[in-house]
């Protein structure tokens, strides 16, 4: 079945530093991929996405690569603000009309 | 405009009684979705109808019964409530062109089951 494995968190940064949020995942055929985050107290919004190997997905200073060979799709930031904490989750779309989500990271930036 | 709207925000009842939470959405999508959300923010898709019809039924309690009365709404009923069904509720929708499109959350209903 497909299934999508996040790191676990919290993962704790200072102010500026650079970010990355591993995802893997498993799939049948070729997977669209997304990446959603979570603020306190809100419902999930769309962050990027990407819908074929070596797509570039990137919003807001986020960027994420569709890496077919490694079935990668890692978000990673050059420089966190305090606003960026959240939890975030990567998703996979394979056609059954519902996404499949991994676990979540919390994000937590300190001044 | 609120695109996904649910109600109530938190809902907070004793075991054994019966619940709704309603969903609408204003963005004109033919697909809509029940995501459940634990403790430990873990979301699992629950149900999807598109154009009022079930798409998907995941391994979900029969306890638990969605009803589209049209395409701009999906309401969920919960009969017999639980200790395990505290978590969090969302309400989905999406334009339904193939999974590249994506979803739009409501903010989550907070069930808790005292």
């Known amino acids: 079945g497909n299934s999508v494995t996040q790191m676990e968190g919290p993962v704790t940064l200072s102010e500026e530093a650079f970010l990355t949020i591993n995802c893997t995942y498993t799939a049948t055929g070729y997977p669209s991929l997304f990446w959603y985050v979570q603020y306190p107290g809100e419902g999930l919004q769309l962050l990027l996405k990407a819908t074929k190997a070596d797509d570039k997905g990137s919003n807001k200073g986020f960027e994420a690569t569709y890496r077919k060979e490694t079935t990668s799709f890692h978000l990673e930031k050059g420089s966190v603000q305090v606003s960026d904490s959240a939890v975030y989750f990567c998703?996979?779309?394979?056609?059954?009309?519902?996404?499949?989500f991994g676990s979540g990271t919390r994000l937590q930036v300190q001044p | 405009d609120t695109a996904v709207s649910q109600t109530p925000k938190y809902l907070v009842t004793q075991m054994g009684n019966d619940k709704s939470i309603k969903c609408e959405q204003n963005?004109?999508?033919?697909?809509m979705y029940w995501y459940k959300q634990d403790s430990k923010k873990f979301l699992k898709i629950m149900f999807s109808y598109n154009n009022k019809e079930l798409i998907i039924n995941e391994t979900v309690p029969n306890r638990f019964s969605p009803k589209s009365p049209d395409k701009a709404h999906l309401n969920l009923h919960i009969n017999s409530l639980e200790l395990g069904d505290s978590a969090v509720y969302f309400c989905?929708?999406?334009?339904?062109?193939?999974?590249?499109?994506?979803?739009?959350f409501g903010d989550g209903t907070r069930l808790s089951i005292l």
């Open positions: 963005l004109g999508h033919d697909t």
């Open positions: 989905a929708s999406s334009q339904d062109t193939g999974g590249n499109q994506p979803q739009h």
């Open positions: 998703a996979l779309y394979t056609g059954r009309r519902a996404l499949t």
